[in-house]
């Protein structure tokens, strides 16, 4: 009964041991799963923050782009509005030079 005592109590002793060895082979897998997860999340946020970065770029082209039209079309309605004014001045002109002949 002491021998086989004995051998009971080594044989819960390896196998608690394993258990743990187990338990920790599990934790140490898990946290490089966690590590993996984290630097993949990691990469995904630089991706999406380098793609948020593009857009806000182009965004920001685009509207410089507008904003050069919108003052390249005002320039032209302004040329034409005192290209006009400078017509009716010159035919002003002209008629008053008539009168006065």
Not at 22 to 50: C, M, N, P, R, V
């Given at each position: ?98 009168c006065n002949s």
């Amino acid at each position: 009964e002491e021998c086989n005592s004995a051998v009971a109590f080594e044989s819960d002793k390896e196998q608690q041991t394993e258990d743990e060895h187990s338990k920790f082979l599990k934790y140490l897998e898990e946290g490089q799963e966690l590590k993996t997860a984290d630097e993949e999340d990691d990469k995904d946020i630089a991706h999406l923050e380098e793609c948020n970065s593009a857009v806000a770029f182009e965004s920001d082209k685009e509207q410089q782009t507008e904003d050069e039209h919108s003052k390249f079309l005002k320039y032209l309605e302004e040329g034409q509005e005192l290209k006009t004014a400078d017509e009716e001045d010159d035919k002003d002109i002209a008629h008053l030079e008539e009168c006065n002949s």
